[in-house]
């Protein structure tokens, strides 16, 4: 117990210091986690506990994920959206399955750290593009809705992980019946719902509580993957009103998800046989991979190569959702690859994502002055 | 009458976005964040890179009141509020001090709602608010009145009951 409550303390300082910066926190948590944990100091120890609390964290955090599930509002260009969205699956994930597997991935796991590869943390990335002041830009719009893209198809890759060698038919029609209640209760319990939320009490914050909870333990009872489940039950409850269903389970998904995020560092073991070499290779290339796909976007929707490199330097950061798939189908050696791949990209994104404005102003300025030098001799 | 289109979006995950051009072809940008702050982007016609200012609610009505044209003087202030929803409804809210002439009267006696349609709302008398005062309220010299009507109604106010 005391080791929980170390890291709990250093997570409060590692925040307070991560926001004075105005640098993203997670990859300072895992960072922690690292050091404190089995392949550090080993102060701290993964128990129950904190198993507990991380997989809280993890429910609340693909529960907000169904949360902001709403389809009805998928925006005004489709094809443009799916294009770039089939661009960066393709080439991201194409690269990271690819080098993984030839370096020595069996196939899952190289599928697994492909997913993870090509998976940004909307988190980091919305809020960067927040506080770097760059919404009125036309790529921070496509970001956006790459982001929103990405959420789904990391549902279906859950999905097709965790129904695994199962018998599909019965598998899936478990899953259909599921998502018929959920959708039945959010549908005509609706009223019900509301009034439970309105209240000035600790109902709200109880019943959205209980309902994740339940949601999860009820899955695993049934044989169905509780990852799902949760996506399904915020998505079912983002048709009653999601604005407070949110704000009810922000402070579980802010403290727990700390705790999942230290406590994936905790247990990280450099003795579970993975060398630098595999490492430093696919963090390059996770960096590389989102400049190629980035450019590739931005030359195709915007026919800009510098919309490209504006793409990218917004979307290098991978976070919650790698880590998620991490905890939940990685080997040990696979969690290792990910935790370097999270603390690597999200340190080099913080700094392109703030800095990319004066990149792009760098490039535009050295080619106008070339152009000036170059012009004489063409005329002549 | 077309540039003047307001383009309002919401982006799941950032917040709701309003955007329109002006006449003259600048871009004025909105951003509602989740965060709590408001952001505003200004991009003038054929630049490139936006100008933003981030705004907390508290600024960010500020800035409406100035942009509504609402008048702020040191003594006496007006502020003038446009619905545009209900047919471009326009209330104004006047402050003024109660002069001596009319030191002693009640709002009866002055038939202000008769002479003017305007409504006293609110009376401050020694940094205390008297919130809707009675038919019968008297005022003393001295007493700032808040009234509330059509700029019509407040200026026969300021004509018709200030001078008695």
């Known amino acids: ?380 | 009458m077309s540039a003047m289109a307001l383009r309002s979006l919401n982006l799941p995950g950032v917040g709701t976005k309003y955007e329109f051009e002006t006449d003259k072809g600048d871009t004025v940008a909105i951003f509602f964040t989740r965060t709590g702050t408001i952001q505003m982007y200004t991009l003038q016609k054929g630049c490139k890179t936006p100008s933003a200012a981030e705004m907390t609610p508290v600024e960010a009505r500020r800035l409406g009141n100035i942009l509504t044209g609402a008048i702020i003087e040191a003594e006496q202030e007006s502020v003038e509020i446009a619905f545009s929803a209900l047919a471009d409804l326009r209330v104004t809210i006047h402050t003024f001090y109660i002069p001596k002439g009319i030191a002693g009267k009640t709002i009866e006696d002055l038939q202000i709602r008769a002479k003017t349609g305007a409504t006293v709302i609110a009376v401050c008398r020694h940094d205390r608010n008297i919130i809707n005062p009675a038919p019968s309220f008297a005022f003393e010299e001295g007493d700032a009145a808040l009234v509330i009507g059509e700029s019509d109604q407040i200026k026969k106010f300021e004509r018709e009951i200030m001078v008695e």
């Not at chain 1, 443009?80 to 690269?95: E, P």
């Not at chain 1, 690597?344 to 760098?362: C, E, H, I, N």
């Open chain 1, 1 to 380: 117990m005391e080791g929980f409550i170390i890291a709990l303390f250093v997570c409060l300082v590692l925040a307070l210091i991560s926001k004075y910066l105005a640098v993203p926190a997670i990859p300072f948590y895992i960072l922690a986690g690292i050091v404190l944990g089995k392949a550090g100091l080993g102060i701290v120890q993964s128990t129950e506990i904190s198993q507990f609390f991380s997989e809280i964290g993890l429910l609340f955090l693909l529960f907000f994920m169904g949360l902001e599930l709403k389809l009805d509002r998928m925006i005004a260009e489709p094809s443009k959206l799916l294009t770039a969205g089939l661009i960066g699956l393709v080439v991201d994930m194409g690269i990271g399955f690819t080098a993984a597997y030839l370096l020595g991935f069996p196939l899952i796991q190289a599928f697994i750290i492909g997913t993870a590869f090509y998976i940004t943390s909307s988190a980091i990335v919305i809020t960067a593009l927040i506080e770097n002041r760059k919404l009125m830009m036309k790529e921070a719009e496509l970001i956006i809705w790459i982001e929103v893209f990405e959420d789904l198809v990391l549902i279906v890759i859950i999905a097709l992980l965790s129904a695994g060698d199962k018998d599909l038919l019965f598998f899936f029609l478990k899953i259909a019946l599921a998502l018929g209640i959920m959708y039945a209760i959010a549908h005509y319990g609706k009223e019900f719902l509301v009034s439970i939320l309105d209240r000035d009490d600790e109902t709200p914050i109880l019943f959205t509580f209980a309902a994740v909870l339940t949601t999860a333990s009820m899955a695993i009872m049934f044989g169905i993957p509780d990852t799902m489940m949760v996506i399904a039950l915020g998505a079912a409850l983002a048709t009653t009103d999601p604005e407070a269903f949110e704000q009810h389970a922000r402070p579980f998904k802010d403290v727990f998800l700390v705790m999942f995020f230290v406590f994936f560092g905790v247990t990280i073991d450099f003795a579970s046989g993975v060398d630098l070499y595999t490492i430093g290779i696919l963090c390059i290339l996770a960096v590389v991979s989102k400049l190629i796909s980035g450019m590739l976007i931005g030359l195709t929707i915007f026919g800009s190569a510098l919309s490209g490199l504006e793409i990218w330097a917004n979307t290098i950061s991978r976070g919650e959702f790698s880590i998620a798939l991490a905890v939940l189908y990685g080997s040990p050696v696979v969690g290792t690859v990910i935790a370097a791949l999270v603390i690597v990209t999200t340190l080099v994104g913080a700094f392109t994502s703030k800095y990319s404005t004066w990149m792009r102003r760098g490039i535009v300025s050295h080619s106008r002055r070339r152009a000036l030098v170059h012009r004489p001799h063409t005329n002549r």
